[in-house]
């Protein structure tokens, strides 16, 4: 069941009159020791039919405890009243590949954390279970496609309609859903966004109002090889003082974010730890301490994945190579503001939830900053 805005209010209200306690009377707050700890709506994969519901959202995370949130689309359009996409196949990233599996007494030894052990007893990676990127273009390309192919008639039709929607629609709608999130506990700090470089200025304009209406000071996209494209993005978001941080995969490196930075005062960093370690089979806190001292980071992902010697697994938080509690300390002496995210993208056991997983990141984190 969806509920709009006046049914979700008058829930929460009678909650809270309850003996119970409510969604208001019990806050989200991962703010730990100064750093902190957001999500990004990825998380909730599990439950697309609520992930995507700016309600429905806003109760996962309540009840994860989290009170920062890098808001997808459709999200915010959704509650806007956008017009809606003509039904599509395919889907999103998938999770991790499979950890690695022990031996019953007198055979081998457990393989390490994200290897299997073979028949022989010998150790291996798995074969991966999905694709490790989440936009088009394969796994974290750089630039891979950041629209669609040649659109079908009712995908031109429907692009036509949404653009007039999006340059008529009052921001009062957004600013409502960002009041919505900010009563229960829960501040947007950042907007992904999905621009392309033959919208017009009209619509980065749009892109870049609905992230300050939502209460963001960030918008969110893939680093690209398109330098016109990260010039233009940066100084609309410098015109909107914002950022443009760029978010990559394994195929970053100390250098990778330096030419966005040099073309545009208006680009920042997007810093996924867990990818730049499965790539490099290095520590992410010298990018971490690089670009945070230029002033140059929006907001980091955070998971724990393995190097490359051991897979490059994503798996559950404390059993990858991923340094997390020493990311929070770095995060926490240098006194940086920008928020931390966890990315929950190692595979949800049985029997559990992506609340429940997300939960025990948050625990995870507080307990790093204790």
Known sequence: MQLNRRDFGKLAMAVAASPAGSLLAAKPNSKFDGVQIGTITYSYRDRPELANDAQGLLKLLIDSNISAIELMPPVAENFAGAPAAPARQGGGRGPGGPGGAGRGPGGPPPAPAGMVTNPDGSVSCPVPAGPEGRGPGGAGARGGGRGPGQP???????????????????????????KMYNDAGVSIYCHKLTPTMNMSDEEYDYMFGVA????ANQVSLELSNDMAFMK???????????????????????TAWDEALAISKGNGVNLDCGHYLAGTGLSPIPVLEKYGKMGRIGSLHLKDRTTPAHCAQNLAWGKGDTPIGEILKTMRKNKWTFPASI????????????VAEVKKCVDFCQKALA
Do not use: C
């Open 152 to 178: 079908n008639p009712e995908m031109e039709a429907y692009q036509a309609e949404l653009k007039k929607w999006r340059l008529s629609v009052s921001m009062d709608k957004f600013k409502a859903l960002r």
């Open 212 to 215: 300050a209406a939502l209460g």
């Open 232 to 254: 233009r993005l940066g100084d609309f978001a410098l015109k909107h003082k914002m950022m443009a941080a760029y978010h990559y995969h394994t195929q970053a490196t100390l």
């Open 343 to 354: 990315e929950l993208e190692y595979q949800i056991p049985e029997g559990s939830t992506a």
